[in-house]
């Protein structure tokens, strides 16, 4: 089988998940005896181009000339089985489907963000989720808070290039939807089911898991979408020491925020930015890792090492992270409903927490300290919705405050589900094996 994987990359300044989620896929395609034609461009050119190519760049997210030429003659060359699309911005555009259309060669898309209908691709804008562009055939709304790259010339580009291209989306052979929130994301904007299908990342296999640790681990980009500041409020919301340690780790802009938490209370350390060496330390001392994200996040990889290395993931019920840890139960979902409103909103739960003999018991979601049940765990308040690798909460401080004492006394209960999850779901040879079926399903319909 022979592919084609287009990606424009992102800048090496800005560390990009997908970057690296790419490389590696085209490196476990190619040990499954695939061979991959890497159709790439980097953003990190744009600095180095001759001035008659960035006097092209404004509407080289409409129509890449110099792309599409590269790329036709790539096809009639090689004429490949599939060609699968990773970000077409800016130096690629969605144009390349129409150029690989016209050899016949089937497309498949990987949907990493919402950039079929938002500009920024966020749905997510002054520090709140929005979705004010959503069902426009233009994003006007993208174009006057100056949406993508905070500027309103480029936001006005990019609004246009999203309503000039629906149509080359919605001809798409395959989406590639990371979560089921990205599949409800695509339904929303007309994709029929027949044409979508959820596959996640994964990420190599780190191993046996060291023994539980204890207390929490954030690890991340330490920016407001991430949550940071509704974890801070809901852990000052116990005493010094009564949820165990709290460990951060990252970089960016709210370090200031977590370096203040850090001096004022003893539970709380700071560890700057790590190396992978570094990661896995951290996890090891850890008992539960937090996803906190205010945002619809498509899928923090953070939540996929921490099954991995056997850690349950206390997480908001937002974007992706539902299904990540096995608890993506009815909900609203991204690219639906008011623009206000969370894209999950957690219902109570019933039924036994695992470990336990006793149902789940419902209590305020604004206390702390939820009582203990059976087993070691903790009765499950209201709101909260138990997963088979962890647990989801509403967006909200008293929610989050009131399930981390859960999370403490029940993460040795969930950790061998977690592992589970990990190896049933985001093992790399099950993931490419997934995405060969995929292939092959536009190879030999």
């Known amino acids: 089988m022979r592919i084609v994987v287009a990606h424009n990359r992102y800048r090496e300044a800005q560390p990009s998940g997908e970057n690296t989620i790419v490389d590696a896929e085209i490196a476990q395609l190619t040990a499954a005896g695939v061979e991959v034609l890497p159709f790439l461009r980097s953003s990190d050119e744009i600095p180095t181009m001759p001035k008659t190519a960035k006097a092209l760049l404004p509407i080289s997210p409409i129509y890449a000339p110099r792309a599409q030429q590269e790329l036709a003659r790539l096809l009639t060359e090689h004429r ?27 497309v498949v898309q990987t949907v990493h963000n919402y950039r079929q209908v938002c500009s920024s691709g966020l749905y997510f804008r ?15 709304p993208a174009v006057v808070h100056r949406c993508y790259r905070g500027s309103r010339a480029q936001s006005a580009l990019m609004a246009t290039t999203l309503a000039v291209h629906r149509g080359t989306w919605k001809s798409v052979d395959r989406f590639i939807a990371l ?28 191993g046996v898991p060291a023994p539980l640790g204890q207390g929490f681990l954030f690890l991340g980009r330490l920016s407001p979408e991430k949550g940071l500041d509704l974890l801070v409020e809901a852990w000052r919301r116990h005493p010094d020491g009564a949820l165990g340690p709290l ?17 004022e209370r003893s539970d709380v350390s700071y560890l700057g930015p790590l190396d992978r060496a570094g990661v896995r330390q951290a996890l090891a001392a850890s008992a539960v890792v937090l996803a906190t994200s205010t945002w619809h996040d498509v899928l923090p990889t953070v939540i996929i090492e921490a099954l991995a290395s056997g850690r349950p993931v206390l997480g908001t019920a937002l974007g992706g992270i539902p299904y990540l ?39 305020d979601a604004g206390s702390v300290g939820a009582a203990t049940g059976t087993g070691g765990t903790s009765a499950v308040p209201a709101g909260v919705v138990t997963g088979e690798a962890g647990w989801v909460v509403p967006p909200d401080p008293a929610a989050l405050a009131a399930a981390l004492p859960m999370a403490a006394a029940g993460a040795a209960a969930l950790s061998a589900s977690a592992r589970t999850r990990y190896e049933r779901t985001f093992h790399p040879d099950v993931v490419t094996n997934h995405l060969l079926d995929v292939y092959t399903s536009l190879t030999h319909p």
């Open 80 to 106: 490949p089985d599939v060609l699968h699309l990773h970000n077409p911005y800016p130096l690629l555009s969605p144009w390349v489907v129409r150029t690989a259309h016209r050899h016949r060669v089937p």
């Open 247 to 263: 460990r951060v780790a990252g970089d960016g802009e709210l370090r200031p925020l977590v370096e203040a938490v850090a001096a």
């Open 325 to 363: 840890i096995g608890a993506d139960t009815p909900r609203e979902p991204a690219g639906t409903g008011p623009a206000a409103s969370a894209s999950a909103s957690a219902p109570a739960v019933s039924g036994a927490v695992p470990g336990s003999s006793a149902p789940n018991s419902s209590a």
């Open 179 to 206: 979560t089921t929130a990205v599949a409800d994301h695509l339904r929303d904007y007309g994709i029929p089911d027949s044409r979508i299908v959820v596959k996640p990342n994964g990420i190599p296999d780190p």
């Open 126 to 140: 002054d520090g709140m989720i929005c979705q004010d562009c959503r069902g426009r055939a233009l994003g006007v």
